[in-house]
């Protein structure tokens, strides 16, 4: 059955939540207080529109608020960049420890829902909340929303597409680029979850620019309301 023929039950993730440093680990970050208050930490504004956002639909959020400088829960075990520099040296046991303690269950968890919803004859679109820095290595991201896809995936292609649209013309002033400022394909939970679940399965990756949470809250009350209600709209378009 065609993803686009069955219901979508929306679930909603955010895998940089927050910048807590588990009790075990935090001799680890003495001196490093600093760099955990900063996009480096964790994804600023993310965790508040997450929850607005599960509201709104009515969804589930699966939140994660350990901060991504001790294991980032938006890579795959084993690839070169989940550990960061301030725990890349710690030994084997020790990182295994990490992903068992933090990276596994919040998988687990969002994996069983998906497959529960698609087991109850539903499509899954899985919305994850994220925010991206302003300005990275001297350069300056414009972009107000970053809407990410498998662009080989038909029913996530339409589904941006239908979201962009909408969002545009309730906001003509917002920049909403697709696919940046990251690709939709890359690794991540979104492209893990494609691969185990090859059909009724939407992955979606939410990128907001921090910079109105930083320099406007009004501005970025506005942006997050306006994203939400045009994803609704996209929704009871589908």
């Not at 993730?13 to 588990?22: A, M, S, V």
């Not at 295994?96 to 829902?113: D, F, G, N, Y």
């Not at 309730?170 to 679940?197: E, H, I, M, Q």
Request: charged content about 25%; some cysteine.
């Amino acid at each position: 059955m065609k993803a686009e023929s069955r219901k979508l039950k929306a679930i909603v993730t955010c895998e940089h939540g927050g910048n807590r440093i588990p009790t075990p680990y935090r001799e680890l970050f003495k001196g490093h207080e600093a760099l955990l208050a900063t996009h480096r930490g964790y994804d600023l504004g993310a965790l508040g529109y997450a929850r607005k956002l599960a509201a709104r639909l009515d969804a589930p959020l699966y939140s994660a608020t350990t901060s991504r400088l001790l294991v980032d829960l938006n890579r795959t075990p084993g690839h070169p960049r989940i550990f960061s520099e301030i725990t890349r040296s710690l030994d084997g046991a020790a990182k295994r420890a990490i992903l068992a303690k933090v990276h596994t269950p919040h998988w687990r968890t969002v994996q069983a829902a998906v497959q529960e919803s698609l087991a109850a004859g539903q499509s899954v679109l899985h919305i994850a909340c994220h925010s991206f820095t302003p300005v990275l290595d001297g350069q300056v991201r414009s972009m107000d929303v970053g809407l990410l896809y498998d662009p080989t995936r038909k029913a996530e292609r339409r589904f941006c597409d239908r979201w962009k649209t909408d969002l545009a013309a309730r906001t003509p002033a917002l920049r909403v680029r697709r696919n940046a400022p990251y690709k939709g394909a890359s690794d991540g939970l979104a492209t893990y979850l494609r691969r185990l679940f090859p059909k009724a399965y939407l992955g979606i990756e939410l990128e907001l620019n921090q910079r109105d949470f930083i320099e406007n809250r009004a501005r970025w009350r506005a942006l997050t309301t306006a994203v939400i209600e045009s994803l609704a709209a996209a929704l009871r378009g589908g």
